[in-house]
Structure formats: structure tokens, C-alpha cells
């Protein structure tokens, strides 16, 4: 696995190795020591998640305030998405920058995202498989979200999927930063 600091430095491209031949492929997906090693501290990841997602379906931008604040390890088991990190740490040099990456199944990346964080998706295949590890629990009273729309933060889905992008109603009722009480 090879490690990378991203524009965003806390946030970490992981590009593991894939050893492939005739019969498939065979690759490490995760190396507690070696991430750890190349963190400078551990990170004790206590759930994985998985959800499915139709084409043109965005999930997020999701986090979660402290006490379950949550540190992510993402990939894609199968298909192919834009994944969208958002950093919201108020006292950050780079607050309200994102930065969008593709993962797929074909390219076998992962992003660890740490706390101070939103994260969110944009499905680019049908029957897209996407994984994530996470440090705390899930718990509804601590969840928040920031809409996709949001002008202060500049994302614009259309630049990545000129289909229709479907939104859940929470996700599309999601409030922009600005009016965020609970941000890093």
C-alpha cells in the first residue's frame, strides 16, 4: 500500500497494491500497522458500512459532531463514484475547500477522511458497491449534513454526471454551511 497526502494534507489517498494473473487478482484492501506507521498515530476503526447505489444517486455531504465525530477509510467494491470531501474545520487554512476523487473498482483507491470533515458521493454506474470504515458510531441526535447546492462551497455535480442526480429528502433538506451551528 502507498500512502499520499492530498491537497487537503489530512486527508490521505491509500492505493493498495493488486498483484493480478489469469485467475483474478489478490490485494491487501488494509494494513492497520502500516497506516498507523505512516499517520503517526493509531486509528482504531470499530465498524464497516456498505451501502448500494443506483446511477446518479449523491449521498451526503454527511458527518458527525463530537462526542461521534468519525474518521473514514472509503473505497468502492464495485462500479464507480466522485467522492466529495469537504473540510469544515472553521480554523483550518483550508475551510471550505473540497477536493472530488473517482474510485472504482477498476482503480482499487481509498481516501481516508478524518474527523472535521463532510463527505458525500455521486454514483457514476448502477449496482454501485461503496465501503467505508469508521472510528465511532453512528448516532442520529450527532448527524448533520450540508447541502450539495451550497454556493460557499462550489461544488458543481453537473461537471462530473449531466444525468439526473437523485437526492434522498434529508439529504436534499440539508442546510448550507453557513447556517451549520455544529461545525469542527
Not at 38 to 63: A, C, I, P, T
Not at 98 to 112: E, M, P, V
Not at 124 to 130: A, R
Amino acid at each position: 500500500m502507498t500512502y499520499s497526502r492530498l491537497e487537503i494534507s489530512d486527508v490521505i489517498l491509500c492505493e493498495p497494491k493488486v498483484f493480478g494473473d489469469n485467475r483474478g487478482y489478490f490485494t491487501e484492501s488494509f494494513n492497520k500497522k502500516s497506516f498507523d506507521d505512516f499517520l503517526g498515530k493509531s486509528v482504531n476503526f470499530l465498524q464497516d458500512n456498505e451501502s448500494q447505489s443506483s446511477k446518479g444517486v449523491f449521498r451526503g455531504l454527511h458527518y458527525q459532531i463530537d462526542p461521534y465525530a468519525q474518521a473514514k477509510l472509503v473505497r468502492v467494491i464495485s462500479g464507480s463514484v466522485i467522492d466529495f470531501i469537504v473540510d469544515i474545520r472553521k480554523n483550518s487554512q483550508t475551510f471550505k475547500k473540497h477536493l472530488a476523487i473517482k474510485l472504482s473498482d477498476k482503480n482499487k483507491k481509498q481516501i481516508y477522511i478524518p474527523k472535521g470533515f463532510a463527505h458525500g458521493f455521486l454514483a457514476l454506474e448502477d449496482n454501485t458497491i461503496f465501503s467505508y470504515k469508521v472510528d465511532n458510531g453512528y448516532s442520529s441526535n450527532h448527524d448533520r449534513g450540508i447541502n450539495i447546492n451550497d454556493p460557499s462551497i462550489k461544488i458543481e455535480l453537473k461537471e462530473y454526471f449531466s444525468e439526473e442526480i437523485l437526492l434522498s429528502k434529508k439529504d436534499q433538506s440539508s442546510l448550507f454551511l453557513e447556517s451549520q451551528k455544529d461545525i469542527f
